[in-house]
C-alpha cells in the first residue's frame, strides 16, 4: 500500500509558475513509473507527465518545454515544475504512482490549480 499526498497547488495569474509536489508513504524508489496527471470539469483524466525509475520523463503534447517532472527517491517525493501557465492548464492534478512487476497503481486525493487570465 503507497499514500500519496500532493501539495503545492492554487491560484495564479496566467504566465505564473507553480511547483506540485507529491510524497510518497514509503520508499519510491522500486515503483516503476511515477505521474502526474490531470482532470479539468467535463473532461477525461489525462497524463501530463511521468517519469520512470530510470530515464528521462515523458510529457503530454499540452505541456512540452513548459513542465518538468523529477523524483527524489531518497525523499520518496515526486515533482512537477509548472511554467507559463496558460488558463487551460486548470484541472485538478492528481498523482500516480505504477508499478509493472507486480502489477498495482495508486493515486493521490488531487491538487487544484487555477490559472487565471
Known amino acids: 500500500q503507497v499514500q500519496l499526498v500532493e501539495s503545492g497547488g492554487g491560484l495564479v495569474q496566467a504566465g505564473g509558475s507553480l511547483r506540485l509536489s507529491c510524497t510518497a508513504s514509503r520508499s519510491i524508489s522500486s515503483i516503476s513509473v511515477m505521474g502526474w496527471y490531470r482532470q479539468a470539469p467535463g473532461k477525461q483524466r489525462e497524463l501530463v507527465a511521468d517519469v520512470a525509475n530510470v530515464g528521462s520523463g515523458d510529457y503530454g503534447d499540452s505541456v512540452k518545454g513548459r513542465f518538468t517532472i523529477s523524483r527524489d527517491n531518497a525523499k520518496n517525493t515526486v515533482y512537477l515544475q509548472m511554467n507559463s501557465l496558460k488558463p487551460e492548464d486548470t484541472a485538478v492534478y492528481y498523482c500516480?504512482?505504477?508499478?509493472?512487476?507486480?502489477?498495482?497503481?495508486?493515486w493521490g486525493q488531487g491538487t487544484q490549480v487555477t490559472v487565471s487570465s
Open positions: 500516480h504512482a505504477k508499478n509493472l512487476f507486480p502489477i498495482y497503481e495508486y
